[in-house]
């Protein structure tokens, strides 16, 4: 079996961060912010990037500078954590859950064609676990219906498909720093758009619109605090230019669990598509075993961490928040979460850790009857 690359070094990571610390206070300051924005724009070829303190505030800086507001419905895949539908709800609009195909993950555009109405402003196209659905087929049907595409690309970093990166499909992409991303500052996100116009007014809506976009004054808008700290914007500049072996660890630790788990019983794992570059964010397997949430949770028991058997993730519109009486279940997201073991991996796993993970699930998988 053939060994991970090395940890990338971390040494050196921390200087950015103490120079940041060493111009504090500086309450304006946004050096490093800047520094980072920039360097974001050249890794990931896009015109503009805006740093925030979070994914969450990405996606609502970049939907609020789309224009959704009160009234407006989005289109928001159920297959999804809750962060992606709370900003929606914040802006005062409506997220409308649309199905998950099981065979491959993408949108199931059958069924979003059938909950458009006038009032729908956008969709939010999400890669869990860094899988991506096919680009061209998502432009297709945003642009005949006239809809604004803002991507989560919180777990996406990395992945491509059909030559088309994650974040960049249309009108912007959001993605989350949080620890457990292969590109991570603690906290932190950051939004990419080809836009200027949204672009600034993401901007505006990151610090109370006190710099307003074009066409605009000083406080016009009420917005929000979701600035990135300069120390953060540091710790992430550090991190991105360690990206390319942050990635290439993660590619290889998820590739190291799955030819581990080659004969497990019940276990198959799932194939990106053949366009696809993915990010390798999760190692991924369907289970063909009975039961097969309660078979994560069983793990997670045991100390394999998973999404669903570790923070118990459901379909979004399974939420008590957005549960209601009437509405149809999304089953191929519910299917797609039953089945899927979604491991969650950090930089830090060795080869010990993981030939530890592959071990219980294998002797667990043999001999789970439930
Ligand atoms: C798919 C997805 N969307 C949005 C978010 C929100 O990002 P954050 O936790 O940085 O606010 C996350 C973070 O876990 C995520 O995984």
């Known amino acids: 079996m053939t060994g991970l690359p090395p940890l990338p070094v971390t040494e050196g990571l921390g200087e950015g961060m103490l120079a940041a610390l060493a111009g504090m206070p500086s309450p304006a300051g946004v050096v490093f912010t800047s520094r980072f924005e920039h360097d974001l724009t050249t890794v990931f070829a896009s015109r503009h990037a805006v740093a925030v303190s979070s994914g969450t505030t990405a996606l609502h800086a970049a939907l609020a ?33 649309v199905d998950s195909d099981p065979g ?29 659905g096919d680009p061209a087929a998502l432009r297709v049907f945003a642009t005949e219906l006239g809809l604004t595409i803002v991507e989560d690309a919180a777990q996406a970093a990395g992945t491509s498909r059909a030559g088309v990166t994650a974040g960049t499909v249309g009108a912007a992409g959001c993605f989350s720093m949080k620890d457990g991303k292969i590109l991570w500052s603690g906290e932190g996100g950051f939004v990419l758009t080809g836009d200027s116009n949204l672009a600034a007014h993401a901007r505006a809506f990151r610090s109370h619109w006190l710099q307003p976009p074009p066409g605009s004054r000083p406080q016009e808008q009420v917005a929000l605090n979701g600035r990135l700290a300069e120390p953060l914007a540091a710790l992430a500049q550090a991190n991105l230019r360690r990206f390319p072996a942050l990635l290439e660890r993660r590619r290889a630790q998820t590739a190291h669990v799955l030819r581990a788990l080659a004969g497990a019983c019940g276990l198959t794992p799932l194939q990106p598509a053949p366009d696809e570059t993915w990010n390798h964010y999760a190692p991924l397997l369907d289970i063909g075993l009975p039961n097969p949430r309660a078979f994560a949770e069983h793990l997670a028991q045991r100390e394999v961490p998973s999404s669903t058997g570790s923070f118990h993730l459901v379909p979004c519109d399974a939420r008590p928040m957005f549960a209601s009486g009437g509405r149809a279940v999304c089953r191929g997201a519910a299917q797609i979460l039953d089945h899927t073991l979604a491991l969650v991996l950090t930089e830090h796993d060795d080869e010990k850790v993981l030939d530890h993970y592959a071990c219980v699930i294998t002797r667990e998988a043999a001999a789970w009857r439930t």
């Open 65 to 97: 500078a789309a224009g959704v507001g009160p009234g407006d419905e989005v289109l928001v895949p159920a297959l999804t954590v809750v962060m992606t539908a709370a900003p929606v709800v914040l802006l005062g609009a409506t997220p409308v859950f």
């Open 104 to 132: 491959t993950l993408d949108l199931d555009y059958a069924d979003a064609a059938a909950k458009v109405t006038p009032r729908t402003k956008a969709i939010v196209p999400v890669h869990l676990w860094g899988r991506m």
